[in-house]
């Protein structure tokens, strides 16, 4: 009886934290929560409006944007490597150092940018063809492709705006500042939902555009969220004094550079990587056909919204541990993640419950045919039950990369999804006759192997480790 009585309370002491803890996450992730659940419920509406549409006009959208995702989080891999250091250096309080990682960001998402508007002008129509190659009428198929290449080409001009945003928002929030971006991004979403329905709509005298008008909505609105976060954050210097001087010189020390490359590079391509995959993993699921596009734009709009819980305390973790680290802070740092993971597990098992009581009825919202609701329906009950172990993963890789285990987080996401997650929806959708939610079922399941991968490196302390020291 004795062990009994003092080992639940060294539960409770490891994975639960006191008031003052929660406190501390809750200042970091809220903001960061109600920033990305305004913008992904905005893009929900928006999604909404263009299914009403038809089915080939959001299936063309959806695939554009699968494949826009790929670019994002291209840039997000970019700037994670120089923001390791960042959040470490104010840790530290080096000005400067904040500073160098500043312009290395600039750099690195503008030769990102040019690469993929290159690529998206010479290749946009093949890629999105990739995607139409399932069951369906051809003229569903080329109507589809019709309206994916339309919104494609003006998202296009609104990838400049974007990277700068993730060069700024994203340093400030390693800088504990995460009121700002969400400000921005408020505003930008609200700009995105007015101008959607007018121009998707035609309303207020403007012509009816459809998808060009989603597209355009999107364009303006990442104009007007860039220009917020960039005028204020150099309005403030007191506040921001990394911008002093920020643009007297591009130049990076070669040093800082090669140190950035070695941690950084990883995070790259593991971004990169990992977004193909799952741009793969999409292409694989419409061999099966156009309802099944459908059915999981419908799907991961809806999973996007109830995601933010689990995204936000992760990127809480990479903030809060990495400063902890960056301070020589060990001991804490530990404690901190199992109790931020543990949290952030069970908020996601709360938001779990929900999304399944709501799965039968948001399919109801598209004006679509019966078959793609229905597989919409199956889809987002899935994504609800695998949400849990998700959370973990992914507060399991911002622990491991607020350390610097950079090769580690790369072997641990992208790797993973290209030699199991992969082959098992490439070998299921093509060789078997399994219906496509057993073959998303079983996808989620390989993820298993990685949840142990990921409870034995965090339990083992990979992760504690000071690299600006």
């Not at 492709?145 to 296009?156: A, D, E, H, T, V």
């Not at 004094?241 to 950035?260: D, E, M, Q, R």
């Not at 090769?407 to 790797?415: G, Q």
């Amino acid at each position: 009886m004795e062990t009994v009585r003092t080992g639940k309370p060294n539960f409770i002491r490891k994975f639960v934290g006191n008031r003052a803890f929660y406190k501390m996450v809750l200042a970091i992730a809220v903001p960061i929560m109600i920033q990305n659940g305004i913008t992904n419920f905005v893009g929900l509406l928006d999604n909404i409006m263009i299914g009403q549409i038809g089915t080939e006009q959001m299936s063309g959208v959806a695939i554009v944007n699968q494949l826009i995702f790929v670019y994002n989080l291209c840039l997000f891999g970019g700037v994670s490597g120089a923001g390791i250091f960042t959040a470490q250096y104010f840790g530290q309080k080096n000005v400067e150092g904040i500073r160098q990682t500043v312009r290395f960001k600039f750099w690195m998402v503008s030769v990102i940018t040019l690469i993929t508007v290159i690529l998206f002008v010479i290749t946009g129509s093949d890629l999105i063809a990739l995607y139409l190659q399932g069951e369906g009428t051809a003229e569903s198929a080329v109507s589809t492709l019709y309206y994916g290449k339309q919104y494609l080409r003006i998202m296009l001009l609104g990838l400049p705006p974007f990277m700068m945003v993730q060069v700024y928002s994203s340093t400030l929030r390693e800088c504990g500042q995460t009121i700002l971006p969400m400000k921005a991004g408020i505003a930008a979403v609200f700009v995105n939902l007015i101008l959607n329905y007018i121009l998707i709509y035609g309303k207020l005298g403007s012509p009816a555009l459809g998808v060009q008008g989603a597209a355009i909505a999107t364009v303006v609105s990442r104009y007007t969220e860039a220009s917020i976060v960039l005028i204020h954050t150099h309005r403030h210097k007191e506040a921001n004094p990394f911008v002093t001087g920020l643009y007297s010189s591009l130049k990076v020390p070669a040093s800082l550079t090669k140190k950035i490359l070695i941690k950084g590079a990883p995070l790259l391509f593991n971004e990169t990587l990992w977004a193909a995959g799952m741009a793969i993993l999409a292409q694989c699921y419409s061999v099966r056909g156009l309802n099944v596009v459908a059915a999981q734009n419908i799907s991961n709009t809806i999973n996007n919204v109830f995601n933010i819980v689990f995204i936000a305390l992760g990127d809480s973790v990479a903030i809060i541990v990495g400063q902890l680290l960056g301070a020589g802070r060990m001991t804490e740092a530990r404690d901190t993640d199992n109790k931020m993971i543990a949290f952030s597990v069970f908020c996601s098992s709360c938001v779990a419950a929900l999304m399944l009581i709501l799965s039968p009825l948001f399919p109801m919202l598209y004006n679509t045919n019966d078959d793609a609701r229905e597989l919409a329906k199956y889809f987002i009950m899935l994504t609800a039950v695998f949400m849990p172990q998700n959370a973990f993963l992914h507060a399991s890789y911002f622990t491991l990369r607020s350390g610097g285990k950079t090769i580690v987080t790369f072997l641990f996401d992208s790797v993973f999804i290209w030699c199991v997650s992969v082959p098992i929806a490439f070998v299921l959708s093509r060789f078997t006759a399994l219906p496509v939610i057993a073959v998303y079922a079983f996808v989620q399941i390989g993820d298993w192997v990685k949840c142990i991968i990921g409870f034995i490196l965090v339990k083992k302390g990979v992760w504690l480790q000071n690299i600006v020291s």
